[in-house]
T-cell receptor, first 113, second 113 residues
Framework: DSGVTQTPKHLITATGQRVTLRCSPRSGDLSVYWYQQSLDQGLQFLIQYYNGEERAKGNILERFSAQQFPDLHSELNLSSLELGDSALYFC????????????FGPGTRLTVL | AQSVSQHNHHVILSEAASLELGCNYS??????LFWYVQYPGQHLQLLLK????DPLVKGIKGFEAEFIKSKFSFNLRKPSVQWSDTAEYFCAVRVDSNYQLIWGAGTKLIIKP
């Protein structure tokens, strides 16, 4: 158990819908990262937050957005869902320094029908 | 753009065989290097990491990796694999103290009992 929690574990929804994925970092970690893992694209970094502020942006679509709240939990919002958004979405947390190890949560499996 | 290559997408070995998984990156500056493992149905876990110092790094579960700067490589090794090593292995690189990691495509390792 890494100490990072993600809810829900599984999500099934229809195209065009909007969903919210939630992540709680390890106790004491200030930084949260979001990743998408799909069969064809592999593991893709989406976005990073540090202490409530966006710190780095990767291959995140405009239909996707994220935020980190004062209690340091984070939410990833996915809207206007397409079939190709079906993937495993991981959250990771770290202390926030560039040398810090990222600890991964169990992931949320999103299926868009 | 920086990239990470894991040339072997699938590797099948028998128990007790020796393992070497390749990882090459394309960047000439300062790098931090990581190997993560994802066991079936589980989240990503850190196996080992290299930041500086001795280029031979020892990790958990008997794994080690060697950083060869001249070859831009960070290959993962284990002298004798076990069935329980069946998993997907990911190499990741952080460049110039950026916060995001650049990930390889992963290598699926299957150990035959």
């Amino acid at each position: 158990d890494s100490g990072v929690t993600q809810t829900p574990k599984h999500l099934i929804t229809a195209t065009g819908q909007r969903v919210t994925l939630r992540c709680s970092p390890r106790s004491g970690d200030l930084s949260v990262y979001w990743y998408q893992q799909s069969l064809d694209q592999g593991l893709q970094f989406l976005i990073q937050y540090y202490n409530g502020e966006e710190r780095a942006k990767g291959n995140i679509l405009e239909r996707f957005s994220a935020q980190q709240f004062p209690d340091l939990h984070s939410e990833l919002n996915l809207s206007s869902l397409e079939l190709g958004d079906s993937a495993l979405y991981f959250c990771a947390s770290s202390g926030g320094g560039p040398g810090d190890t990222q600890y991964f949560g169990p992931g949320t499996r999103l299926t868009v029908l | 753009a920086q990239s990470v290559s894991q040339h072997n997408h699938h590797v099948i070995l028998s128990e007790a065989a020796s393992l070497e998984l390749g990882c090459n990156y394309s960047y000439g500056g300062t790098v931090n290097l990581f190997w993560y493992v994802q066991y079936p149905g589980q989240h990503l876990q850190l196996l080992l990491k290299y930041f500086s110092g001795d280029p031979l790094v020892k990790g958990i579960k008997g794994f080690e990796a060697e950083f060869i700067k001249s070859k831009f490589s960070f290959n993962l090794r284990k002298p004798s694999v076990q069935w329980s090593d069946t998993a997907e292995y990911f190499c990741a690189v952080r460049v110039d103290s950026n916060y995001q990691l650049i990930w390889g495509a992963g290598t699926k390792l299957i150990i035959k009992p």
